[in-house]
C-alpha cells in the first residue's frame, strides 16, 4: 500500500464503477435498524474519515448508500488491489470502526464481498443524467463456477440486445462477479425509484420483457437465489 499525505473529502458524485484502475471493487451491507440510525451512520462514517488523511493512494473511492428499506446501508469501496485493501484492513482500519460504533452502537456487519468488474451496459457519461437511484440485483449460484458465473451474464447482455421495450428510466448496469465463483452483482443506475418500479410492473418476471432470451437467463441451471434492493447514494469520499 502507498502511503498518502492527501486530505479526505466528501463528493456528491457517483462513482465511476467501470473506471480501469479499481482492480478489487468490494460491497458490505450494515443493517442499522431505523431512517435515524441509518442518517446516524452515515454521519459517523463520514465523520470518522473525514478526520484522518486519505489513507491509500490505492483507495479510489468510498461511497455509502442508504437502502429504501429504512433499515440496511450499502458500502462500495474501489481498490486497485485487494493487498491495498489489506494493508489497510491490517493498520487503518479498526479505528474507524471503533470511533463509528461509538457514535452508533449495534451496527450489524452482514458481511463483505470481494469482486471483479466485468461488464457495463450503458454511456460512460450517463447521458448527462444523474442517478436518482441505486438498485442492486445480488445473484447467488449453488457453489463456485466462474464459468458460470461470466456465461450467465454473457446472456443478461444478450437479453438486453434483444429487449423490445427497454424502459426509458435506466441508465447503466455494471456486473461484478465474486471472487469466490458464487455471486454476480449488478449495481444498476435508474433516473428515479419510480420508474425502478414501473419497469417491475410491466409484462414479464422482473425488469425484462417476456421472451425467451429473458426465462433463459431466470432459469439458468445452478441459480439459486436472486435479490433486488433499492439505495440512495448518502456518501461519497475520495482523496483531495
Same mark, same amino acid.
Given at each position: 500500500m502507498t502511503g498518502t499525505s492527501r486530505t479526505t473529502r466528501r463528493t456528491d458524485s457517483?462513482? &465511476? !464503477?467501470?473506471? =480501469?484502475?479499481?482492480?478489487?471493487? %468490494?460491497f458490505s451491507a450494515w443493517r442499522v435498524g431505523a431512517p435515524l440510525r441509518q442518517r446516524r451512520s452515515v454521519e459517523a462514517v463520514a465523520?470518522?474519515?473525514?478526520?484522518?488523511?486519505w489513507p491509500a493512494d490505492d483507495l479510489l473511492g468510498y461511497h455509502v448508500? +442508504?437502502?429504501?428499506d429504512a433499515s440496511t446501508l450499502l458500502h462500495y469501496s474501489q481498490w486497485a488491489s485487494e493487498q491495498a485493501y489489506e494493508a489497510f484492513a491490517r493498520t487503518r482500519r479498526q479505528e474507524r470502526?471503533?470511533?463509528?460504533?461509538?457514535?452508533?452502537?449495534?451496527?450489524?456487519? !452482514?458481511?463483505?464481498?470481494?469482486?471483479?468488474?466485468?461488464?457495463?451496459?450503458? =454511456? $460512460?457519461?450517463? #447521458? #448527462?443524467?444523474? =442517478?436518482?437511484?441505486i438498485v442492486i440485483v445480488d445473484v447467488e449460484f449453488e457453489? =463456485? &463456477?466462474?464459468?458460470? *458465473?461470466h456465461a450467465w451474464v454473457d446472456?443478461? %447482455?444478450?437479453?438486453?440486445a434483444n429487449e423490445p421495450a427497454p424502459h426509458p428510466g435506466g441508465i447503466s448496469a455494471h456486473f461484478h462477479l465474486s471472487t469466490d465463483g458464487t455471486r454476480v452483482l449488478n449495481y444498476a443506475e435508474w433516473d428515479s425509484a419510480q420508474s425502478h418500479l414501473d419497469a417491475l410492473s410491466a409484462p #414479464? &418476471?422482473?425488469? #425484462?420483457?417476456? +421472451? $425467451? !432470451?429473458?426465462?433463459?437467463? *431466470?432459469?439458468?441451471?445452478? !441459480?439459486?437465489s436472486t435479490t433486488v434492493s433499492r439505495y440512495d447514494h448518502?456518501?461519497?469520499?475520495v482523496p483531495d
Open positions: 457517483h462513482p &465511476d !464503477l467501470a473506471d =480501469p484502475r479499481v482492480g478489487a471493487p %468490494f465523520a470518522a474519515w473525514e478526520r484522518r488523511p448508500y +442508504t437502502g429504501h470502526v471503533d470511533e463509528i460504533d461509538t457514535a452508533v452502537p449495534d451496527i450489524e456487519r !452482514l458481511g463483505l464481498t470481494r469482486y471483479r468488474h466485468y461488464r457495463s451496459r450503458g =454511456p $460512460a457519461d450517463r #447521458g #448527462g443524467r444523474t =442517478p436518482g437511484c457453489g =463456485p &463456477d466462474s464459468a458460470r *458465473q446472456a443478461v %447482455f444478450e437479453a438486453l #414479464g &418476471d422482473g425488469i #425484462g420483457s417476456a +421472451t $425467451a !432470451l429473458w426465462e433463459r437467463v *431466470q432459469t439458468w441451471p445452478g !441459480l439459486k448518502a456518501l461519497g469520499l
